[in-house]
């Protein structure tokens, strides 16, 4: 059982796809987990379906959706950045490493989640997680935290090995897609068709839904 998990991801529904049964499966054991969501997906591609955004008012509806999903995931300490989305990567590192180091001393978190960097696909994710590498290498050597860094990626497995830890959340499945779900903004439309691909058994859906995997990242 960890201390305190600490999740530090780019986007809103990041959380959702890949971390969520495994956040769920600390906060019903009763270990604390504090979210670091970096940005509120003002870039985002979907605006709904049917549409309920636009591109103004796209912030304020992800800053609620998050909430929500940090509602059901049993979050009580998230913390926004309020950086601009598609822009870690431009961001001054030095000061996003800091502002990351504070709230690690803060926390003292015995885990973290976050992207593994350079394996994440999108450039705010790898850009993420190599702030929170750097943020974590200025705590001495005994004092730094665990790192579990998820990579998806082609090419990963072969890259990286096979993954650390491979997590079976199927007990959790039924509140993950309802966290997937209060993302609607981004997610209203694909719901219904995972939900009907995971009754025909479609491997494929059935691995990325059911399995959460993570590598442990040399810190």
Request: proline share 6%; with cysteine; net charge negative.
């Amino acid at each position: 059982m960890e201390q305190h998990v600490l999740v530090i991801l780019p986007h809103p529904d990041d959380e959702a796809f890949g971390v969520a049964g495994t956040i769920l499966s600390h906060t019903q054991a009763g270990t604390p987990v504090s979210y670091v969501c970096l940005t509120l997906g003002e870039m985002g591609r979907n605006m709904g379906r049917p549409l309920i955004a636009n591109r103004e008012t796209l912030p304020d509806i992800r800053k609620n959706e998050l909430h929500e999903a940090c509602r059901l995931l049993g979050i009580e300490d998230l913390r926004r950045f309020g950086m601009r989305d598609k822009t870690v990567e431009f961001a001054d590192q030095d000061a996003l490493q800091s502002r990351l180091f504070d709230v690690i001393d803060e926390i003292n978190p015995s885990l973290i989640i976050t992207f593994y960097p350079g394996y994440a696909v999108h450039p705010d994710h790898d850009a993420t997680g190599a702030a929170v590498i750097q943020a974590v290498r200025r705590l001495p050597e005994g004092d730094r935290p665990t790192v579990h860094a998820i990579a998806f990626a082609e090419g990963s497995e072969q890259a990286l090995g096979e993954p650390d830890v491979v997590h079976d959340i199927s007990p959790y499945y039924d509140q993950k897609m309802n966290v997937i779900e209060a993302h609607q903004s981004q997610t209203a439309g694909v719901i219904e068709t995972m939900k009907q691909r995971m009754l025909e058994e479609d491997e494929t859906v059935r691995q990325r839904m059911l399995i959460e995997r993570f590598w442990t990242f040399p810190v």
